[in-house]
């Protein structure tokens, strides 16, 4: 089992970004994923999942911004950050049971 993360970069506040989840070795869409973030000098921060049946969650900071989606041909699970603030800024890990991403870097700079 496997999760890489991609999509990571330099965004002004305000702006969008979109992050993926690339599983190998188990179907995403059987699995819940969650999105972590951790923060500059914080330990990590759950920040929304998605349940194998399609349910999604969001942290309170989140809701209304972020939004997940599944891609089940590509075996991918998205977030896509809008209205980004600076305190979105941080490390994005997606992570299922059992596995961890390495992380994709967010900055939010004006």
């Known amino acids: 089992v496997q999760l890489v993360e991609s999509g990571g970069g330099s965004v002004q506040p305000g702006g969008s970004l979109r992050l993926s989840c690339g599983g190998t070795?188990?179907?995403?869409?059987?699995?819940?994923i969650s999105w972590l973030r951790q923060a500059p000098g914080k330990g990590h921060q759950w920040i929304a999942g998605t349940s194998a049946d399609g349910t999604s969650q969001y942290r309170d900071s989140a809701k209304g911004r972020f939004i997940t989606a599944r891609d089940n041909t590509h075996n991918t699970m998205d977030l896509q950050l809008n209205e980004i603030v600076p305190e979105d800024t941080g490390v994005y890990y997606c992570?299922?049971?059992?596995?961890w991403g390495q992380g994709t870097q967010v900055t939010v700079s004006s």
């Open positions: 992570a299922t049971e059992g596995a």
């Open positions: 070795g188990f179907n995403i869409r059987d699995s819940d």
